[in-house]
T-cell receptor, first 110, second 116 residues
């Protein structure tokens, strides 16, 4: 089976940089995805890493190290609107369905 | 218009009642999913369907059933609702992996279900 671990909460101030880590265990690996979910809203896709290295999309970047079974989401120039929960996800052992981590709640303070 | 829609958005019902949650999508995806989310927890897969004739149980299918009426429609039923099925329910769609896509799931807005 698969399991993912993330910190439950992270707090940072506006304008700062924050890193949200994700470690995973899965026998078959097909990439690591990140989703953002605001309170009461639906999860929305942020980024995907299929290979090692850094993927950058505006203020958000995501990193993957397959040898370490580890990835992170980096949020720069934090804004109040970034306050949300962030989930990492991998595909299951058969490469079909997604398995989500428990989520990290980010609070951005003024 | 939203690509993935869910009805109803909110529902309060009583123990023992039958409930149906509906999901429609205009993304043209073959793959559809139903998830449950409990406070402070991640998303858990209830059922998934990779095409109209292919329906599979997920991690927590007990107490639930589904119907894939068409490529665009996937409904979730609670035959006899119980209080611990109170949760936020999401429908999602995705493309087939490995076809040049970014392995994205597209979620509906969610249905908040309360079972008294």
């Amino acid at each position: 089976g698969q399991s993912l671990e993330q910190p439950s909460e992270v707090t940072a101030v506006e304008g700062a940089i924050v890193q949200i880590n994700c470690t995973y265990q899965t026998s078959g690996f097909y990439g690591l995805s990140w989703y953002q979910q605001h309170d009461g809203g639906a999860p929305t896709f942020l980024s995907y890493n299929g290979l090692d290295g850094l993927e950058e999309t505006g203020r958000f970047s995501s990193f993957l190290s397959r040898s370490d079974s580890y990835g992170y989401l980096l949020l720069q120039e934090l804004q109040m609107k970034d306050s949300a929960s962030y989930f990492c996800a991998v595909r299951d052992d058969y490469g079909q369905n997604f398995v989500f981590g428990p989520g990290t709640r980010l609070s951005v303070l003024p | 218009d939203a690509d993935v829609t869910q009805t109803p958005r909110n529902r309060i019902t009583k123990t023992g009642k039958r409930i149906m949650l509906e999901c429609s999508q205009t993304k043209g995806h073959d793959r559809m999913y139903w998830y449950r989310q409990d406070p402070g927890l991640g998303l858990r897969l209830i059922y998934y369907s990779f095409d109209v004739k292919d329906i599979n149980k997920g991690e927590i299918s007990d107490g639930y059933s589904v119907s894939r009426q068409a490529q665009a429609k996937f409904s979730l039923s609670l035959e006899s609702a119980i209080p611990n099925q109170t949760a936020l329910y999401f429908c999602a769609t995705s493309d087939v992996p490995g076809q040049g896509n970014t392995d994205t799931q597209y979620f509906g807005p969610g249905t908040r279900l309360t079972v008294l």
